[in-house]
């Protein structure tokens, strides 16, 4: 009966079908672009624009505030407004405000349209994150996702830094518009909860997902903070730029490790021992460049932020999709993200204009790891007991 039943609703699922479901990933890869490349951004903003440090990280903040803000309204748009209408809109908004920004280079004007970008990319993101966790088997549509994003980011990460700022911005237009021609295959509606089939893991009270939502936003202050400054920190210690950069880059493969562990680990582990002990591992991770910095320390921090950083997302974004089965938690998931990747360049930008230099940028990452660490294990302390065997 259950598997009739299952069968039934991937039948009338539209967000199972193949051509939503691919064009909800390609646009995962697009929305998050901006966040994939802060590093080579950054640099192209300081080097060929004269931005400062401090310029930098608020310029970052810019961005992601509007990503943040475009997410949120979507969340609350998203079932009364066409998702179509919604995606036309924010491929609308950042095609236009990035083509402004090959026009005007001044740091005042550079912070609104990269805000106005930012919210572009937050409307047409959450649509995209909205559909995969409309899936029937969102945990497994959120893997491919990650996996997919792996890949995009190396790939950003070895063509970006070759490119220009305007070259960045052109790049950014041109991935939005090669969604145009296939918005019409988005789903205008998402099912009823009461039509979606519940996995049988998602016994927690409904609240957990938003209180993971807010662990996903305080993880996120973490990675804004680190991604946007680890090739800066990187040339201040004296490491040679271009090879920081390409560290970076091949890193980055190590995402594919962390998607493929975090998937096995699934399946022979509990839920909540896993992540409680990877966000450990990323405390260390972020904190030891803090305490020294050198080219060892910066290539195991590095490749062990990029291992850590997808295992823990497969278990952040899997945990809110189980938990909610509505949906409206999963479309929240952008808007924590960008909001989190808001808050961590910012504090950053006012630790290095303070002067407490990189060393207390690490140690922010640190203490927002430390915060999630700390909301999952009062989680897993309530509840371990009702769902171990």
């Given amino acids: ?9 991937a039948a009338t699922n539209p967000f199972d079908d193949r051509g939503p479901f ?39 903040s810019s961005d992601l505030l509007g990503f943040f803000i475009g997410a949120v309204m979507t969340s609350a748009l998203i079932r009364s407004w066409s998702r179509q209408a919604l995606t036309l809109l924010g491929i609308t908004l950042a095609v ?56 995009s980011q190396f790939l950003e990460l070895q063509l970006i830094p070759h490119l220009s700022v305007n070259g960045i911005y052109i790049f950014f237009i041109a991935t939005y518009v090669l969604t145009l021609p296939f918005v019409r295959l988005i789903p205008s509606r998402s099912q ?5 089939s519940s996995p049988p893991e998602a016994l927690r009270p409904t609240r957990l997902a938003w209180i993971g939502i807010a662990a996903i936003l305080i993880a996120y202050i973490n990675i804004g903070a680190y991604w946007s400054n680890i090739e800066l920190a990187a040339e201040e210690a004296g490491l040679n730029g271009d090879w920081a950069a390409q560290v970076i880059a091949w890193c980055v493969l190590l995402s594919f490790g962390g998607c493929f562990t975090a998937t096995w680990v ?8 896993p992540l409680l002990f990877t966000l450990v591992l990323m405390v260390i991770a ?12 910066f290539i195991l921090s590095v490749a062990m932020f990029n291992f850590l950083w997808i295992f823990i997302d497969v278990y952040q974004m899997g945990g809110v ?17 960008g909001l989190g990747q808001t808050v961590g360049p910012f504090a950053a930008s006012i630790m290095l204009e303070l002067g407490w230099g990189f060393d207390g940028v690490f140690v922010l990452c640190a203490m927002a790891s430390a915060g999630a660490l700390l909301i999952y294990t009062l989680i897993y302390l309530k509840y371990r007991r009702p769902y171990t065997a």
């Avoid at 999709?321 to 924590?336: L, N, T």
Wanted: aromatic share 10%; hydrophobic share 55%.
């Fill in 321 to 337: 999709s189980v938990a909610d089965r509505s949906g409206s938690a999963a479309a929240f998931i952008p808007g924590a993200q």
């Fill in 286 to 297: 972020v904190g030891l460049l803090a305490v020294n910095f050198n080219a060892a320390l």
């Fill in 96 to 151: 236009i405000a990035n083509g402004l920004c090959t026009q005007y280079i001044d740091y005042e004007t550079t912070l609104i349209l990269r805000f106005v970008a930012g919210l572009g990319a937050g409307f047409y993101t959450a649509v995209a994150v909205a559909g995969l966790g409309a899936h029937s088997r969102p945990r497994e549509a959120f893997n491919w996702m990650l996996l997919a994003f792996a890949i």
């Fill in 1 to 9: 009966m259950d598997n009739a039943r299952t069968d039934h609703v």
């Fill in 22 to 60: 691919l064009l909800s990933l390609f646009m995962t890869l697009v929305g998050y672009s901006v966040l994939v490349a802060l590093p080579a951004i950054n640099g192209a903003w300081v080097d060929q624009l004269g931005f400062t440090e401090v310029e930098v990280n608020r310029v970052a």
């Fill in 266 to 273: 699934l399946k022979k582990f509990d839920y909540d021992r």
């Fill in 192 to 196: 009823t909860a009461a039509t979606q």
